[in-house]
């Protein structure tokens, strides 16, 4: 938004804000209902009859749909014939415009009622509609449906198709113990172990996430390559033990706010020595090729704001280098990944 | 949208629709918190430090809303000082964006979320988190607050800054007996009677409305000046009675369906004659100055969709001149009103 915009422009795009929620629920209506579609299947356009007469929906719910569709440039209307635009085409076909939405339909949509009052308690105060619990990392296993699937698929998205160019950079060294901090459900750590034969993990996460970790790791029969420790790392007199060769930190970091990231990485300085190294995989909001990749990653900080704990967020590359300084690490490499990653990692050691 | 969008232009709109919602609370938030007030106060921007240390809010807060607005182009940052855009100008202090923005937040956004099942049954699936009304009509009333007031001041801002030009157009003719048809609680009549002092209106409309109308005629001490008439448009068998030299209907027509408006247009043609001129008043999405008072609109005809009846929008100037041609009338004069209205008075008579 770098021109000067006009009054004119700036009072449409104040209005572009101020009706956002309810031209995406028509959006959303009009893929779900099979409208965009229909059109899609259309390339040359179609009559605006040829759709009212063809599909199971009224008049009524047609033209309106097109109009506001028409209004969004979702749409392109000449005379009666109506086309799909190239923005209609990445809102019914790209992935991650198609996972964005439902993330923000059936996880975040009634929640978001709640922003004002979660920034002034600093606690999720949209959680309530999904559920009872203090952040929602209590309840993923328990998210009502389609919330729960919206959420992975969410989750899915934006991480792991970072894990293959991650395994490249991470195991170009040997690391013969390496830490999984924030290990969650294994999959990295499983993954670790399934690229690297000779390397040792150990999960590190709360009694809850090691739980899930575990059975996961036995249907994998990767028990005697993947050890366990329970902890909480929001808990400064819970220590991390020394002897890794490398502490991993993926997507972990964003869930917490400035302290507490503080607080975690002090914790990573004490177990480490010279040979240490601290990898930290995070998708950095102002480190993204494409304007909808930021705006994706902004998006979902306030998602943490609303709905995961009330005091999280994406962060900016620099905000973490300045952490990771006064925490006493120094960043020695910074791998953006390559392909569809919204990712860099941060290969860190102890400064001297 | 008129410009051919690259693939990454068109990836980033659909993602502006995706998060809508989420950006609309953010900006909810940051004016009802006063950090936007905060800002623009300001005129050459001020430090986020600054805000930080001023206000009762947490970094992590004003962070969020400093880095969402920034997407949104609502603030422009530099460096470490931040100042409000044109955009965050008008988003804070135009009246109409403001109507704008409460009647989304207030009347409309949690029932948007019943869009979808809105246009499955032509019902407006969403009022009942308002209430337990067939439509809004019946609960107006009764809503709860903020719904209420941001309701009212909805409607008022797009309908009475209509009046002043609107009477001067009508009164250019001697009326000596104007029905006021959906005459609802009474505003226009009451307006008719003190412009031209010689001139008797009739109110038609649901006994519900004709109880609230008789009140303010009576307060206004008009009850000689203004009579009643207790109808229901939408049944054919209840005519409209032959005599009046005006027939008018201002922001009536939209509350009804194509098919509804050609009852109502048919009924004021069997009570007219050749003297008789039938008015109206309404908001033509498509003849608009401005592309926010089409934004405006569009959105308005969702309003209908999801929280008013479930059937109504606003209209295009051809649909409705083409209903008139239907019912058998023909449009002797367009009047678009001047200044702040959205408004188009048709002016009508039957055709020979």
């Not at 934006?158 to 293959?164: G, I, L, M």
């Not at 459900?185 to 996430?209: M, N, R, Y």
């Not at 240490?276 to 705006?295: G, V, W």
Request: proline fraction near 3%.
């Amino acid at each position: 938004m770098k021109k000067e915009l006009s009054a004119i422009e700036a009072k449409f795009e104040a209005q572009k804000i101020a009706f956002g929620p309810m031209y995406f629920q028509a959006m959303v209506a009009m893929r779900d209902l099979g409208v965009l579609e229909y059109i899609s299947s259309h390339r040359k356009g179609v009559e605006i009859a040829s759709i009212i007469r063809d599909m199971d929906l009224s008049e009524y719910t047609i033209t309106l749909l097109i109009e506001s569709a028409e209004v969004l440039g979702v749409v392109e209307v000449e005379g009666t014939i109506v086309r799909i635009s190239k923005i209609g085409f990445f809102f019914l076909k790209d992935e991650m415009t198609r996972v964005n939405t439902n993330f923000m339909n059936d996880v975040c949509y009634l929640g978001a009622k709640e922003m004002t009052e979660s920034f002034k308690t600093e606690k999720p105060a949209g959680l309530k509609v999904l559920g009872d619990w203090p952040t929602i990392y209590q309840g993923l296993s328990k998210l009502p449906e389609p919330a729960k699937k919206s959420w992975f698929e969410f989750d899915h998205y934006y991480s792991d198709n970072a894990f293959p160019e991650a395994l490249k950079i991470v195991f170009k060294k040997k690391h013969r113990n390496l830490y999984d901090v924030g290990g969650n459900t294994g999959k990295w750590s499983i993954a670790c172990a399934e690229f690297d034969p000779q390397v040792h993990v150990t999960i590190h996460d709360l009694p809850v996430q090691v739980a899930v970790a575990k059975q996961n790791v036995q249907e994998k029969d990767l028990s005697d390559r993947i050890s366990f420790r329970e902890i909480d790392l929001l808990d400064s007199a819970q220590k991390i033990a020394p002897g890794a060769d490398a502490i991993w930190m993926s997507q972990f970091l964003d869930c917490f706010s400035k302290e507490q990231i503080l607080t975690i990485l002090r914790n990573a300085h004490q177990a480490s020595t010279a040979d240490t190294t601290l990898y930290i995989l995070e998708p950095f909001f102002d480190n993204q090729n494409f304007p909808a990749a930021q705006y994706s990653l902004v998006a979902t900080s306030l998602y943490f704001t609303i709905m995961a704990n009330g005091n999280s967020k994406m962060y900016r590359l620099n905000d973490m280098k300045e952490l990771l300084d006064t925490a006493g690490f120094e960043v020695v490499e910074t791998y953006p990944l390559i392909g569809d990653s919204y990712h860099t990692i941060l290969e860190c050691k102890i400064k001297h």
